[in-house]
């Protein structure tokens, strides 16, 4: 790999402005604060900042606010973030969990790296490395503070910017070949030499309980290994399934996590990185000097760089030979160090949750007894079409887990009323009341274009005067009264078509639609941002994850990824079959892995494709072309595996890459879920 460039990071526009006030910051925190502290006799905090956030999950009501610091104590600076006590949180998140989340007094002598993100929406956030391999969940910086805290540490340890990529700064690399050679071990206090050790008044070594927490999946306990006499983690996923565990947030600990957070250095010289191992007898060294620059090499010759999707072998198998399968599909974890491990990888799919199966998940009044379980199932299966109906209500939202028989009849009864007044506000528009409503004309005439063209090959909408057309109508037109911020798009009859012609009821189907426009609402944004902050997940998933192909859509212009446009407007509507699209939806609607598993399956379908697109050296119009054309040509089960394979192998950096807010997340309810140019409808 390259050598890494020293940049003095006082030339930086950034730091020339926070020079001062990252002295002023240290001058704010006086003897009288010291002395308040939980800090040792000697330790002097140099840093402070409020309102501090970690996300635990996708919802604004589980964000933990706390305070971080940086103190220095002798020759040593320590980074702390304490919570606040008495923060009111969702009963899924107890003291307990926001305990297990404080970082406390982490010596920069073990820290490898601080990532930088600025989203285009949303608030900064770091994401801190230590040499272990262990990545803390991203620290959101609400009232901004970023350049300060780092130049802050500037002053008090070795800091400098990455030659790779301008965001990452590195702690205490000082390019020395034994001290990369150690790092490269990953000894827990391999340091170099005459940089100070940290002083065990300030370190806690992580409790047996937090251990045991980090590396929890599927309800299985991981198991544990010796590390110079430390006990780690050997976790089972990395993945962030938000929920299962809020822990989890945790689980970088594994060699594979150890790998997936060097792509902030390592990925940039050679395209994978500690990604991809090669089967054959190639070096490490050739394999570098080969990949060194992908950009450079894709114009000039059709040469494409391999990609474990690509080379994946068609293997069936059960759960006990797993692992072996797992190795020789992606080629990515030693097989001697994860013989054991029961890491679901690329899956096979299961038959479709059937009716006795589905009896199993309900106690006697009707309640789902482990909706995690049921998720999982749905996930890797489908559920069977005559089940559908009563599933799908659950995974839009619709019915809670936790109603039984009774309630969900309940409410029924209260939701078609309310539905049925909906309705009647747009159905008693007069005439003469609609020629001086223009928004209202606008909207049932768009309405009245879509439906007549959405699905009417499927015999359920075929013919003229289709009934279940005219129902598509009501339903949107309503929808455009209860929502008069949104209002009605055009693909919004795209989403609708499937829910209707599984519930086959007016009034459910436009409830269930509504729970789906509450994730997806911003896709229809007349500003396009839920739109661009998916296609900005996705630009940087296909960058962690595929360097080479990252870099030939840089060169050719296309790193909006608008080509990746349909797919997220209308959840790939148009590029299966009907049956096919509503298994698809039933899997992501579980957001058993990720709420963001479509960004995934965006993924896998560029890389499935990418010999072609970079082989033959696709422009941005030839690409899109080709990618309208994929449309009835990808194959789901495979794509599946792959997205599930990505989303896993990604963890907590992938999750890093997707803005907070980015649809299908539940909005911040701040007034205005859906801020539009107009105030009326």
């Not at 209002?487 to 009859?493: F, K, L, P, R, V």
């Amino acid at each position: 790999m390259q050598e890494t460039e020293l940049y003095d990071l006082s030339d930086d526009a950034d730091y020339a402005a926070s020079q001062q006030q990252g002295s002023a910051s240290m001058m704010r925190c006086d003897s009288s604060k010291r002395s308040s502290s939980s800090e040792p006799e000697g330790a002097e905090v140099v840093y402070t900042k409020d309102n501090v956030t970690i996300h635990p999950t996708q919802f604004a009501s589980e964000r933990i606010s706390g305070r971080l610091k940086l103190i220095k104590q002798g020759s040593s600076l320590f980074m702390t973030w304490i919570p606040y006590k008495g923060q009111s949180y969702s009963a899924r998140l107890s003291e307990k969990d926001m305990n297990l989340y404080t970082i406390r007094a982490v010596p920069f002598t073990e820290v490898r790296s601080i990532r930088r993100h600025t989203p285009a929406l949303g608030w900064q956030y770091i994401i801190v490395v230590l040499s272990s391999g262990l990545a803390f969940p991203p620290l959101y910086f609400y009232n901004g503070g970023v350049r300060e805290f780092l130049a802050t540490i500037k002053q008090h340890v070795f800091l400098m910017r990455s030659a790779e990529d301008a965001n990452v700064f590195l702690v205490n690399d000082l390019q020395n070949p034994l001290q990369r050679t150690l790092s490269s071990l990953e000894l827990p206090r391999a340091v170099v030499a005459g940089l100070p050790s940290a002083p065990q008044s300030l370190v806690e070594s992580p409790s047996q309980e937090h251990l045991k927490a980090v590396g929890e999946f599927h309800g299985e306990s991981s198991s544990t290994f010796q590390c110079s006499g430390r006990q780690r983690q050997k976790g089972h996923d990395p993945t962030r399934d938000i929920s299962i565990q809020v822990l989890e947030k945790f689980s970088l600990v594994t060699k594979f996590a150890r790998e997936t957070s060097q792509l902030f250095r390592e990925t940039h010289s050679n395209g994978y990185g500690s990604f991809e191992r090669k089967r054959n007898s190639q070096s490490a060294i050739d394999y570098t000097q080969k990949e060194a620059d992908p950009a450079k090499k894709v114009p000039n010759q059709s040469f494409v760089p391999s990609d474990p999707l690509e080379k994946k072998p068609n293997i069936e198998h059960n759960h006990d030979e797993e692992t072996s399968a797992l190795v020789e599909t992606f080629e990515l974890i030693d097989c001697k160090e994860f013989d054991k491990l029961s890491l679901v990888w690329g899956k096979p799919r299961q038959p479709p949750l059937g009716s006795e199966e589905w009896a199993t998940f309900l106690d006697s009044e009707g309640q789902v007894v482990d909706s995690k379980a049921l998720r999982k199932r749905i996930f890797y299966g489908g559920v069977e079409h005559k089940l559908r109906r009563e599933v799908w209500s659950f995974l839009l939202g619709y019915n809670t887990y936790e109603s039984t028989d009774a309630e969900r009849e309940y409410q029924r009864s209260v939701k078609r009323k309310e539905y049925e007044m909906i309705k009647h506000q747009w159905q008693s528009i007069s005439p003469e009341q609609a020629k001086r409503f223009t928004k209202f004309r606008e909207r049932k005439g768009l309405i009245e274009k879509d439906v007549v063209r959405t699905d009417r090959s499927l015999p359920f909408y075929d013919g003229d005067d289709n009934p279940h057309v005219n129902l598509l109508h009501d339903i949107l037109l309503a929808y455009s009264f209860y929502n008069f911020d949104l209002g009605y798009c055009q693909g919004m009859s795209d989403l609708l078509s499937p829910i209707l012609f599984v519930m086959e009821d007016e009034s459910e189907s436009f409830w269930c639609f509504v729970a789906l426009m509450e994730r997806l609402g911003p896709n229809f944004n007349r500003d396009q941002s839920g739109m661009h902050s998916q296609l900005f997940a996705i630009s940087k998933l296909v960058e962690l994850l595929d360097l080479p192909l990252h870099n030939y859509f840089k060169q050719n212009d296309c790193l909006n990824y608008f080509f990746c446009f349909r797919w997220i407007l209308i959840q790939f509507k148009r590029e299966f079959e009907y049956e096919m699209i509503m298994r698809l939806w039933e899997v992501l609607w579980t957001h058993y892995l990720s709420e963001h598993l479509h960004l995934y399956v965006c993924v896998a379908i560029l890389k499935r494709h990418r010999s072609k697109i970079m082989g033959e050296q696709m422009d941005f119009d030839t690409l899109l072309k080709f990618i309208n054309e994929l449309s009835g040509h990808i194959d789901l089960d495979a794509i599946l595996r792959d997205a599930e394979a990505l989303c896993i192998c990604a963890g907590e950096n992938g999750a890093a890459c997707i803005p907070p807010g980015t649809p299908p997340s539940l909005p911040v309810d701040n007034g205005s879920l859906y801020p539009q140019p107009d105030d009326v409808l």
